[in-house]
């Protein structure tokens, strides 16, 4: 099973809407097919497998990360295939997180007598596709929050300035996430001060949708983020219902610029729940939060976020710089959010913490079925 979770970590990044799936086959001890879902409408990774095995499995064990599918989508079902091929036993990690089709391969291939053992490495293959079970059960994305700090806690000077905190390594380290997340969500704050281009640098890297929340729509449509010829990824501008027309049209003359209201909340800020809907409404699963202290401040206030990731560089700036996080925050370190098994990674001279937040300190979220 872990080989199966390692091969369909392959695709990171590139299956949505579908979740990443790998299939190891074993016939008397030895692996006789690997196989992984490349991307949506392409071989699910049972399929490559089989493929793989040059289609001979009769009487063999497949190990897959998630249940085999049992119904038409894009792709015929697994399991009639996993029956057809007389695959004697299948293990299976995690069930389908859809209760509209939950458990169904299982039983369809019990019902035709092949064997079945489920849960096997079940942690491990519900966290690889963390983003996929969030978004088909709450139509949210999965949110992570990325900031670089100064071993102080700044995350630029007083006078605003941020250029570089971290190292190359670290940097990189970045484009990596743009490159595995399928969205990046920063706040007006910091497309003014930094005019970023929210591209992934990396070669044969894939550029993430871009959203950027400006309620008053103060940006111009001069920003390096709405001028970007080369590449094909969009670029979403999140504003208020009251928003300037004029604005809007102006910003929606670019190329693959699309100005999209959205609705205020109590505190007169855009509605981050709708906000987060809206991502997710686009088929997008997962978003990279590199906003500043207000935007990851208000998201950690509401629940809102599922990871984090901190670069912290050995560089001590002073003075009254910002902060990673503002809000309304904490008043006891005992009610401080603490991340779940965090990891630490040496990137040059610079560290990156990251770690899952627990399931405690985010915001309940109600299921889109019982919805319906």
Same mark, same amino acid.
């Given at each position: 099973?872990a080989?199966?979770?390692?091969?369909?970590?392959?695709a990171?990044?590139?299956t949505?809407?579908?979740?990443?799936?790998?299939?190891?086959i074993?016939?008397?001890?030895?692996v006789i097919?690997?196989?992984?879902h490349?991307?949506?409408g392409?071989?699910?990774a049972?399929?490559?497998a089989?493929?793989?095995?040059?289609?001979?499995?009769?009487?063999?064990?497949?190990?897959?990360?998630?249940?085999?599918?049992?119904?038409?989508?894009?792709?015929?079902p697994?399991?009639?295939a996993i029956?057809?091929h007389?695959?004697?036993?299948?293990?299976?990690?995690t069930?389908?997180p859809?209760?509209?089709?939950?458990?169904?391969?299982?039983?369809?291939l019990?019902?035709?007598g092949?064997?079945v053992v489920?849960?096997?490495l079940?942690a491990e293959?519900?966290?690889?596709?963390?983003?996929?079970?969030?978004?088909?059960?709450t139509?949210?994305?999965?949110v992570?929050a990325?900031w670089a700090m100064t071993?102080d806690?700044k995350?630029a000077?007083?006078?605003?300035?941020s250029?570089?905190i971290?190292?190359?390594p670290?940097?990189?380290r970045?484009h990596?996430?743009?490159?595995?997340l399928?969205?990046?969500?920063?706040?007006?704050g910091?497309?003014?001060?930094?005019?970023?281009?929210?591209?992934?640098r990396?070669?044969?890297?894939?550029d993430?949708?871009?959203?950027?929340?400006?309620?008053?729509?103060?940006?111009?449509?001069?920003?390096?983020?709405?001028?970007?010829?080369h590449? *094909? %990824? =969009?670029?979403?501008?999140l504003?208020a219902? !009251?928003?300037d027309?004029?604005?809007?049209?102006?910003? +929606?003359? #670019?190329a693959?610029?699309e100005?999209?209201?959205?609705?205020?909340?109590?505190?007169g800020?855009?509605?981050?729940?709708?906000?987060?809907?809206?991502?997710?409404?686009r088929?997008?699963?997962?978003?990279?939060v590199?906003?500043g202290?207000?935007?990851h401040?208000?998201l950690f206030?509401?629940g809102?976020?599922?990871?984090?990731?901190a670069?912290?560089a050995?560089?001590?700036?002073?003075?009254s710089?910002?902060?990673?996080?503002?809000g309304?925050?904490?008043?006891?370190?005992?009610?401080?959010?603490?991340? *779940? %098994? =965090?990891?630490?990674?040496?990137?040059?001279? !610079?560290?990156?913490?990251?770690?899952?937040?627990?399931a +405690?300190? #985010?915001?309940?979220?109600?299921s889109?079925?019982?919805e319906?």
């Amino acid at each position: 099973m872990a080989q199966a979770i390692a091969l369909a970590r392959r695709a990171e990044g590139r299956t949505r809407p579908n979740p990443m799936v790998g299939c190891v086959i074993v016939r008397d001890g030895e692996v006789i097919g690997r196989g992984y879902h490349v991307r949506a409408g392409e071989d699910h990774a049972e399929i490559a497998a089989i493929k793989d095995a040059g289609g001979d499995v009769e009487g063999a064990e497949l190990f897959v990360n998630l249940e085999p599918c049992s119904h038409f989508n894009r792709t015929p079902p697994c399991s009639d295939a996993i029956i057809r091929h007389k695959i004697k036993r299948v293990v299976v990690g995690t069930i389908d997180p859809n209760p509209k089709v939950s458990g169904r391969g299982v039983r369809r291939l019990r019902e035709a007598g092949v064997e079945v053992v489920e849960s096997v490495l079940d942690a491990e293959s519900r966290a690889l596709n963390a983003p996929f079970f969030k978004h088909i059960t709450t139509g949210m994305p999965w949110v992570a929050a990325k900031w670089a700090m100064t071993l102080d806690g700044k995350i630029a000077a007083s006078t605003g300035d941020s250029r570089w905190i971290t190292g190359k390594p670290a940097r990189e380290r970045v484009h990596q996430l743009r490159d595995r997340l399928d969205a990046i969500l920063i706040g007006t704050g910091t497309l003014l001060a930094d005019n970023p281009r929210l591209t992934c640098r990396l070669e044969e890297g894939r550029d993430p949708a871009r959203f950027v929340l400006d309620a008053a729509l103060k940006s111009s449509p001069e920003l390096a983020i709405y001028n970007l010829e080369h590449s *094909s %990824a =969009p670029t979403f501008v999140l504003c208020a219902e !009251d928003a300037d027309p004029a604005r809007a049209e102006a910003l +929606e003359a #670019r190329a693959n610029v699309e100005v999209i209201h959205v609705t205020r909340d109590a505190s007169g800020r855009l509605d981050l729940q709708q906000v987060l809907r809206t991502i997710a409404s686009r088929d997008l699963l997962s978003v990279l939060v590199e906003g500043g202290s207000a935007l990851h401040g208000a998201l950690f206030d509401q629940g809102l976020v599922d990871y984090a990731y901190a670069f912290v560089a050995p560089k001590v700036i002073g003075g009254s710089g910002p902060a990673p996080l503002g809000g309304r925050g904490f008043e006891l370190m005992n009610d401080a959010v603490t991340l *779940s %098994a =965090p990891a630490v990674e040496r990137l040059g001279d !610079d560290l990156l913490i990251h770690g899952e937040v627990p399931a +405690e300190r #985010r915001a309940q979220l109600p299921s889109i079925f019982d919805e319906a």
